[in-house]
């Protein structure tokens, strides 16, 4: 991914997604933030199996380069098994911001937009579709100034 566009198809593909803290890292020396998420194939329609809608999940790698630093906002760092929510992403001049459930935030200052984005297994089946108030996402995602 190399602007906003592709950017943002990539945050529809990773809404709803749930990541453990501990399975984020800053690595400063490679200029890297990497999670593993554990997405919802919103791509990939639903299935009936035995009466019951059958939908799919996968692990997923996201790396975001050339992130000199990162401002984390309402997430407590220390509840390491806290799992999170991701909302959406969004760029915007000099930084990618990675928005989660509940107002936390990660705030990752970049050079350039570089990121890589990869299925790590195969799916498995969930007969748990994510759902929320609509207004849940409107809240959590405020917009630009005019």
């Given at each position: 991914m190399v602007?906003?566009?592709?950017?943002a198809i990539a945050a529809s593909c990773l809404q709803d997604a749930i990541v453990p803290i501990i399975d984020m890292r800053y690595l400063a020396?490679?200029?890297?933030?990497v999670m593993v998420l554990n997405r919802f194939l919103w791509e990939k329609p639903a299935e009936r199996i035995d009466?019951?809608?059958?939908?799919?999940?996968?692990?997923?790698?996201?790396s975001?380069?050339?992130v000199s630093a990162i401002q984390?906002?309402?997430i407590d760092q220390k509840q390491r098994d806290l799992i999170l929510e991701l909302l959406t992403i969004r760029a915007e001049a000099g930084h990618i911001e990675l928005i989660f459930a509940g107002g936390g935030r990660i705030r990752l200052h970049v050079d350039q937009i570089r990121c890589f984005l990869e299925d790590l297994e195969e799916a498995w089946p969930t007969q748990w579709r994510p759902s929320h108030a609509v207004d849940e996402v409107s809240e959590q995602v405020p917009t630009a100034p005019a």
């Open positions: 602007d906003a566009e592709d950017l020396d490679d200029r890297r933030f009466g019951r809608q059958v939908y799919g999940r996968t692990l997923v790698l996201l975001v380069e050339t984390v906002h309402g």
